[in-house]
Structures are given as C-alpha cells and as structure tokens.
C-alpha cells in the first residue's frame, strides 16, 4: 500500500501562485509514474501532470508554462507549483501514485490516491 497526502492547497487571486505537496508513505517498490490530477465541480476529474520514474514530464495543454510537477525521491513527495492561476484551475486536486508490476500477462497497475486538496482561484 500506498499513502499519498496532499498539503497546500488554498484560496489564491487570479495571477497568484502555490505551491502543491503530496507526501507518501508505505511501500514505494516499483512505483513509476506520479500524478497530479484535478476536479472542478461537475466535471470529470483530468489529469493535470505526471512525473515518471525516470523524471519524464507531461502536462495538460491547459497548464503547460504555468504548471511545473517535480519530485524528491529522498522525501518520497512530489510537488506542483502552480503560477499565474485563473480561476478556471480552482478544484480539488489530487495526487495519485502508480505502482506497475510485470506479471506473466503483461503489465500490472496499481493506484493509490490522496484525499484531495481544494485550489480556489478568485477573479
């Protein structure tokens, strides 16, 4: 098992910037890809970015240059600053880790997701 926790979120004005944490504790054997995803109120929940094992990066086209996701192995914690927010960005956001283990039938994904943190951008 893994236990992420997520800390920072907050109410911000628009331009404004924060700073996201998501700290893990458990089991981080074979864990190779790392998420930050979001839900608005009445829409589907969307990943927002990822970090791979290897530090590969990859964002929603709604975020890109504004959004940058980052890791410390050591803290086992992942982080995403968050600059020139608008107010379409406030939701919850939550962090989720991916363990993948190769099984004789191909690849095996395990998730495990925070409880969320709310983002609230005012106009």
């Known amino acids: 098992q893994v236990h992420p926790v997520e800390s920072g979120g907050g109410l911000v004005q628009a331009g404004g910037s924060l700073r996201l944490s998501c700290a893990a504790s458990?089991?981080?054997?074979?864990?190779?890809?790392i998420g930050w995803h979001r839900q608005a109120p009445g829409k589907q929940r969307e990943l927002v970015a990822a970090?791979?094992?290897?530090?590969?990066?990859n964002y929603a086209d709604s975020v890109k240059g504004r959004f940058t996701i980052s890791r410390d192995n050591a803290k086992n914690t992942v982080y995403l600053q968050m600059n020139s927010l608008k107010p379409e960005d406030t939701a919850v956001y939550y962090c989720?880790?991916?363990?993948?283990?190769?099984?004789?039938?191909?690849?095996?994904?395990?998730?495990?997701w925070g409880q969320g943190t709310q983002v609230t951008v005012s106009s």
């Open positions: 970090i791979s094992s290897g530090g590969s990066t």
């Open positions: 458990g089991n981080m054997f074979n864990i190779n890809n």
């Open positions: 989720r880790w991916t363990r993948r283990v190769v099984t004789l039938t191909g690849p095996k994904d395990s998730d495990y």
